[in-house]
Nanobody, 123 residues
């Protein structure tokens, strides 16, 4: 089974921007796509989700207004554009896809995960 593949992580100063990309395997069964993040000692948390069928998006309160999730249908790529980055945004960011409906911010709702990409924000 093919898995998503993330890219675009890096180290930036607080207030700067980064754009993450995720190559999504082609599948008609995928009904949800999401970005999660995990920092040391913390649970993996949902950052944003996109439902390909409707185009609807949902964001965690902590990133609302600063992050934008989007998808390029032509090349099956999911993006996470991050602005006004803060040190607390430092984490490994994961791309995930799901084939069943579930609570968007719960990792159990997704069945396929990328390997993660590190984002480090320094003050």
């Amino acid at each position: 089974q093919e898995r998503p593949v993330e890219s675009g992580g890096g180290s930036v100063q607080a207030g700067q921007s980064l754009k993450l990309s995720c190559a999504i395997p082609v599948s008609k069964n995928i009904i949800s796509m999401a970005w999660f993040r995990q920092s040391p000692g913390k649970e993996r948390e949902g950052v944003a989700t996109l439902f390909p069928g409707s185009g609807n998006t949902v964001y965690a309160d902590s990133v609302k207004g600063r992050f934008t999730i989007s998808r390029d249908n032509a090349d099956n790529t999911l993006y996470l554009e991050m602005h006004s980055l803060k040190p607390e945004d430092t984490a490994v960011y994961y791309c995930a896809t799901g084939i069943m409906y579930g609570t968007w911010y719960r990792k159990e709702s997704y069945n396929s995960w990328g390997q993660g990409t590190q984002v480090t924000v320094s003050s």
